[in-house]
């Protein structure tokens, strides 16, 4: 198994990425030309799968009885890469707590326009039984100057261009579409 940290790129995009080998989960990013600017990351993933679903009170759904499962270190396996018109794509397999119902595949895509990197996560059930409630993806970064930095995020209720000293607590931030 590998336990050195895995690095992607691409000529498409200036960024580079180091990946965890054993979760596939996204370690650290950079420009290529300022590796001493790297933003280190922290990534964590939890299914809630299974149980059973309630009105709640105030509205909207609770779900009850339900079974947490996080990935697992199990090594990465095997990487695809493809490349297609301006962009490269690395799909990274990723273990998870519950192997005989659920696996993972993380999907890295590096792009010559905005945004220059897309990370994705890809949930698959290995049984018809299986019931997925909500996918909770948290993305964590420690920056030196948040004045420096921006948040966009399309189809959210975020201003283009926000400036990440703005958010004074955690964002929920939905896909767009």
């Not at 300022?34 to 799968?49: E, F, G, I």
Request: aromatic share 6%.
């Amino acid at each position: 198994m590998i336990s050195e940290p895995l690095i992607l790129t691409s000529e498409f995009s200036p960024l580079t990425l180091q990946i965890d080998p054993s979760t596939g989960a996204a370690l650290r990013v950079w420009e290529s030309t300022h590796p001493s600017d790297a933003l280190d990351l922290l990534c964590s993933v939890r299914l809630v799968t299974q149980g059973t679903e309630h009105r709640g009170a105030t509205g909207g759904l609770d779900y009850r009885d339900t079974v947490d499962v996080h990935l697992a270190a199990g090594g990465t396996g095997n990487i695809r890469e493809k490349a297609g018109l301006g962009e490269r794509t690395f799909e990274v397999p990723a273990a998870t707590s519950a192997p005989d119902t659920w696996s993972a595949v993380w999907k890295y895509t590096f792009r010559e326009l905005t945004p220059r990197l897309a990370i994705e996560l890809r949930v698959h059930a290995h049984s018809d039984d299986a019931i997925v409630r909500n996918i909770h993806f948290d993305i964590g970064a420690t920056v030196s100057d948040p004045e420096m930095w921006r948040v966009n995020s399309p189809g959210n209720q975020l201003r283009a261009d926000l400036q990440l000293s703005a958010l004074h607590s955690r964002t929920a931030i939905s896909p767009a579409g």
